[in-house]
Each structure stands twice: as structure tokens, then as C-alpha cells.
């Protein structure tokens, strides 16, 4: 069974620019979750997706953004990119509703400059 | 709120010592806990899990208990090896409304030299 699938791994941007990451989810796994991964902040939840509706979100700047299309696969954009925003960005796939149980993808390293 | 606090690292420990990796938890409810370890360039992977008081989750040698009456979900093993060297996460589910959203420790760095 193939593993959640991120893309690009890695990315260069500028600032004010806007990103779009992709990820695509276990097969059968219908909840996605986004986190973003910095050394000073550590792990923090930026929104989960189920059967694409988003039903929770962490505490960022409405410039994150996201959706989930109807085969599971979810994207993130970011807009108006800040240095700040320079991260690894990680998508985690769930196969129940509830359980908290999330397999990581390898995550896409995203640098501003 | 919920919350996840594990020791600081990093810990070097020498080729076949025993490890334990300090971690509790604050939350309301009954929260499932998890060890995830990443390492180098990579995602996070799951290394065990823990969905009640005194489950015990253990994989590849790894051990933690749920325990409930000192919020704890200590991880241990008790002989590591180099290839052991990773940074471990300890994280619980959030509790309340059907999610899976994670609250994470700020991760251990383990350094086993050989």
C-alpha cells in the first residue's frame, strides 16, 4: 500500500509570493491533517480535512488556506509568503473519524527568501 | 487545554543502554497517546500508540504505559542502538468533537554513539 504521497518536497520562494503544497493521502483514508514544523515553534496543527469539508483549524493567519477534492487528495496554499513562513510542511492521512491515529508523509520543505 | 510535555534533549547514551523519554500530558477526557520518531529529512512515523489507562504500546523494542493517575506515557527501551538516533515526538489526540488533530511534545533528540 503506497504512503501519503507529498509534493514538491522541496520549495524556493519569494516573499509575497503564494504557494500551493499537494498531498495525497493513503488510499481509503479520508481525514487529512496539515501541520507546519519549524525549530522554534515545533509541531503545530493547521487544519484537518474530512470527506472535504474542513472541520477543524488550527490558530494561523487566514493566508493559509486549504481544500480536499472528492478522491481525498488536499492541498495548502499559503499567500503573501512571509519569512516566517519557512518550514517543513507535513500532511498526515487518517483512516477513521476520531481515532487520532496519522500516518506522515515525508513533508515538503518550504524556504522563502 | 490539552497539552504535551516531554524532557528536554538531547540524550547520548552509549550502544546498548537502557532509554527512557520522559512525557505527560494535560487534557480533559480520555485522549489516545502516541510516540512518533523522525528522522533525519524525513516525516514522522508512528512507533506505538496507546488508546486507554495501562494499555501498554510497544514496537521494535520500545515500550510506553498509559498511565492515567500520573498522566504519563513515559517511552522506553531497554537496549538501544545507533540506528536508534532520531528526534521522538510524544503527542495525544485532541479530545472533544470527532477529529484527528495531534497536540505534539517539542520532540527529544536521542544521540546513541556507538
Known amino acids: 500500500k503506497a504512503g501519503v504521497t507529498q509534493t514538491p518536497r522541496y520549495l524556493i520562494k519569494t516573499r509575497g509570493q503564494q504557494v500551493t503544497l499537494s498531498c495525497s493521502p493513503i488510499?481509503?483514508?479520508?481525514?487529512v491533517s496539515w501541520y507546519q514544523q519549524t525549530p522554534g515553534q515545533g509541531l503545530q496543527f493547521l487544519f484537518e480535512?474530512?470527506?472535504?469539508?474542513?472541520?477543524n483549524k488550527g490558530n494561523f493567519p487566514g493566508r493559509f488556506s486549504g481544500r480536499q477534492f472528492s478522491n481525498s487528495r488536499s492541498e495548502m496554499n499559503v499567500s503573501t509568503l512571509e519569512l516566517g513562513d519557512s518550514a517543513l510542511y507535513l500532511c498526515?492521512?487518517?483512516?477513521?473519524?476520531?481515532?487520532?491515529?496519522?500516518?506522515f508523509g515525508q513533508g515538503t520543505r518550504l524556504t522563502v527568501v | 487545554g490539552n497539552s504535551v510535555t516531554q524532557m528536554e534533549g538531547p540524550v547520548t547514551l552509549s550502544e546498548e543502554a537502557f532509554l527512557t523519554i520522559n512525557c505527560t500530558y494535560t487534557?480533559?477526557?480520555?485522549?489516545?497517546l502516541f510516540w512518533y520518531v523522525q528522522y533525519p529529512g524525513e516525516g514522522l512515523q508512528l512507533l506505538l500508540k496507546?488508546?486507554?489507562?495501562?494499555d501498554k504500546g510497544s514496537n521494535k523494542g520500545f515500550e510506553a504505559t498509559y498511565r492515567k493517575e500520573t498522566t504519563s506515557f513515559h517511552l522506553e527501551k531497554g537496549s538501544v542502538q545507533v540506528s536508534d538516533s532520531a528526534v521522538y515526538f510524544c503527542a495525544l489526540s485532541a479530545v472533544g468533537g470527532a477529529t484527528n488533530k495531534l497536540i505534539f511534545g517539542t520532540g527529544t533528540l536521542l544521540a546513541v554513539q556507538p
Open positions: 498526515a492521512s487518517s483512516q477513521t473519524g476520531d481515532s487520532g491515529e496519522a500516518f
Open positions: 488510499s481509503g483514508h479520508r481525514s
Open positions: 487534557a480533559t477526557g480520555y485522549p489516545s
Open positions: 496507546a488508546t486507554k489507562a495501562d
Open positions: 480535512y474530512f470527506s472535504e469539508t474542513q472541520r
